[in-house]
Structures are given as structure tokens and as C-alpha cells.
């Protein structure tokens, strides 16, 4: 694991901390190399600091744990609120709030402490076969259970992040006993055991496997470390992050939704008509993650 781009530093183990040199920040990301680098390249040029990445697959929390005081991380790019909570549960987060931060995220997608703060906003959509699933014949989460859709709908595994926070979301709405049901709805309509991430299930639709794939407003988001060598310059990055400026950019290479007020989705994202994302707030759904994944195994869902 090295950290990337054009960093001449390199990790020798997970112990092992980098300099505190005056100009670079280092973060560790489970974001995408290519939805990261067009932000990171853009804070560079304007201020000279380098950004070394570390692009993980898993293992973020533990990590950290692993590395303690002595670990080179001074931010973590993941997504969903449930990869967010994790790290602040962990104790790895530490509370920043400063003007740019407060003034351009929302306050229902930043922590209430200021131990995380929201980028931008994805929808979890569901995918439809349109030659097989009649335009607004399913237009909720609640509808995926109906036993019309018995042996047409695919789905990732339900205790992954993103399925934790919706069924935390159904919680909130609709409660324990009205969630447990709907889970087992949705299960007995699946045309196969869930399985791969979103693209999977967009293929397995357009393959006829499956006529619906259920794939909520969640965000991808950022949060300092208590650890932080290179405090400043990371603050000063995630004050960019979150300028109108690297919201379009950030709108533009991923194709999420930016949070800043007065900054628009791209040109593809708008053409795609508007939607009305849940108003839940996101700590509610941190909240009830454990008893989301409760009811998930009750159900016996990915079985």
C-alpha cells in the first residue's frame, strides 16, 4: 500500500509514520483513485500542498487502531454514514469546526461535534428494466416488497453499509416490527442471493436476471484524525473540499450530489430530473445501524 500521487515518501508498514513536512497532507480514502485525484490535483495547484493518498479497500478503522498516535493519516475520505461512525466510534475523529466548514456543509450532513463532515449527497436508487417494469409501476422501497416482484428483484448483501443505512432509514420511518417485515418481503422477491455491488446488480438487470435492482440519500464525507501530523494543511484541505469551487468538481468526476449551498449537480445528473431525498437526519440513522443489521440477520437475508 503506497501513498499516491506523486509521493516520494513511502509507508514502510502500518507503524511506520511519515514526516510532518510543512507542505503535503495524507489521507486514507475508500473512494476511488479516479473520483479523488481531479480534487486533489485542483487543491495542489492552488496551494502548493502535496496530497499523498492511500487508497484502501478495507480495513480503514483497524488500521488506524494498528497505527495509533504514531499513524500518518491526517484525513479519511470514505462513504456512507456508517463507514463515518465507525471511525468516530473508534475514537480516531477529532472535533474541527471553523467558519468555511460550518457555512458550506449542511447541518443535517455534518456531526453535530463536527467530528465528520458530508462532501456530497448520493441517492440510492432502484434500477428498473424498462422493457420489462412499467414506467411508475414501483416508485418506493416500501413497494419492493409486494409479491408481484417475487423472483425479479437483485440486491448487494444487506449488511453491507450502504443496505445497513436504508434499513436504518425504514426503521426510522416505519419501525422494528413493519422493517422486519418488509425484509422479509424483499428476500422472498429476490431472484437470486444478493451479491456484488451496485454495477453488479445494474448487469444483472439489463442481463434478465433480475427486473428491479435495489441499489435513500446517503453521503460520502470527511473526517480529521486525532492523530493529524499535518493538522493545518488538512484543515485547509477540507475547508477546499467543501468550497462551491471543488463542490462542482467534485459533482462533475463522480456524479453525486454536491452539498454546498448554491452548487449544482453536472449537466448528466441534472438531465436525469429532480427527486425529494429523505429528510431523516443522518445521525439517526448512525443511531440505529445496530439495530439495522439485528433485524438483517434475523431475516437471515443474504441466506
Known amino acids: 500500500m503506497s501513498f499516491i500521487p506523486r509521493s516520494l515518501v513511502a509507508l514502510a508498514g502500518l507503524a511506520t509514520a511519515l514526516p510532518a513536512l510543512a507542505q503535503e497532507v495524507n489521507v486514507y480514502s475508500y473512494r476511488q483513485p479516479e473520483l479523488i485525484a481531479p480534487l486533489t490535483e485542483a487543491f495542489t495547484r492552488e496551494t502548493g500542498i502535496k496530497v499523498n493518498v492511500a487508497h484502501l479497500d478495507k480495513g480503514m478503522v483497524e488500521r488506524l487502531t494498528a497505527e495509533g498516535s504514531r499513524s500518518p493519516a491526517d484525513l479519511v475520505f470514505t462513504v456512507d ?4 461512525s465507525a471511525v468516530v466510534e473508534a475514537g480516531h ?12 456543509v449542511p447541518e443535517n450532513y455534518r456531526d453535530p461535534d463536527g467530528q465528520w463532515y458530508g462532501l456530497t449527497t448520493r441517492a440510492r436508487v432502484v434500477y428498473a ?7 411508475g409501476e414501483l ?3 416500501e413497494e419492493l416488497a409486494d409479491p408481484k416482484w417475487k423472483g425479479r428483484i437483485c440486491s448487494r448483501s444487506g449488511l453491507h453499509p450502504y443496505n ?7 426503521i426510522h420511518h416505519h419501525g422494528d416490527v413493519a422493517t422486519r417485515a418488509w425484509l422479509q418481503g424483499v428476500k422472498a422477491n429476490l431472484a437470486r442471493k444478493p451479491q456484488g455491488g451496485d454495477r453488479d446488480q445494474a448487469k444483472a438487470v439489463w442481463a434478465g436476471e433480475c427486473d428491479n435492482g435495489g441499489t435513500h440519500v446517503n453521503i460520502s464525507g470527511v473526517a ?39 452548487t449544482q449537480p453536472s449537466a448528466v445528473v441534472q438531465s436525469w430530473g429532480s427527486f425529494t ?11 440505529l445501524r445496530p439495530a439495522a443489521v439485528r433485524l438483517i440477520e434475523q431475516v437471515d437475508f443474504d441466506g
Do not use: C, H, W
Open 129 to 135: 428494466a424498462k422493457d420489462r417494469v412499467e414506467p
Open 224 to 262: 480529521l484524525t486525532k492523530s493529524a501530523p499535518n493538522r493545518e494543511n488538512a484543515l485547509k484541505l477540507m475547508e477546499f473540499l467543501v468550497s462551491p469551487r471543488a463542490q462542482e468538481i467534485y459533482a462533475e468526476a463522480n456524479f453525486e450530489y454536491p452539498i454546498a449551498p448554491g
Open 81 to 84: 454514514i456508517a463507514r463515518l
Open 93 to 104: 475523529a477529532a472535533p474541527v469546526t471553523t467558519e468555511a466548514l460550518t457555512a458550506n
Open 139 to 141: 416508485t418506493t422501497y
Open 164 to 170: 445497513v443505512s436504508l434499513v436504518a432509514a425504514m
Open 277 to 287: 431525498p429523505d429528510d431523516v437526519n443522518l445521525m439517526t440513522l448512525a443511531e
